[in-house]
């Protein structure tokens, strides 16, 4: 079984290009509209559709789950060594956990984040500054980490 997340993106060149290196990997499947990266770790069928107008995240964000703060600090000097900007978290309590992560932003504007769960916490900490809209069951504490 494989995960499929398929989003719009405006300049399919480009976004080839940034995914190409986030996944260290070359799309199965190009056609003028469309590309399409098969991935067996993580199992992910990912396609890139071509809009007119892409505004932002659609979502909250992606991300890619590690092993260890070594995995996390390999791929982001993997993704600093092709000029990505890294925006660096390590440490921050965030979705009921407390992670080192880092985070990319591909040229539609879509964040992708690669993190180390540490441990588990019981509150949720939202960085109100990033976050539109918080329920109500949820704890606001100022931090580094903006969580979806």
Request: with cysteine; glycine share 6%; proline share 5%.
């Amino acid at each position: 079984m494989k995960m499929h997340v398929g989003i719009n993106v405006t300049d399919l060149n480009k976004s080839i290009e940034f995914y190409s290196k986030v996944f260290n990997a070359e799309p199965v499947k190009v056609k003028p509209d469309y590309a399409k990266f098969l991935l067996d770790n993580p199992g992910l069928n990912f396609t890139l559709n071509v809009k007119e107008e892409v505004s932002g995240n659609q979502v909250g964000h992606f991300g890619f789950q590690v092993e260890n703060l070594e995995e996390v600090l390999q791929h982001k000097g993997r993704l600093e060594g092709f000029g990505f900007f890294a925006r660096e978290e390590m440490d921050v309590t965030c979705c009921y956990a407390t992670q080192d992560k880092f985070w990319v932003t591909d040229p539609d504007g879509n964040e992708w984040e690669v993190f180390y769960t540490k441990g588990n916490v019981e509150s949720m900490t939202i960085d109100p500054a990033c976050c539109a809209t918080q329920p109500e069951n949820i704890e606001i504490k100022p931090s580094s980490s903006c969580c979806s």
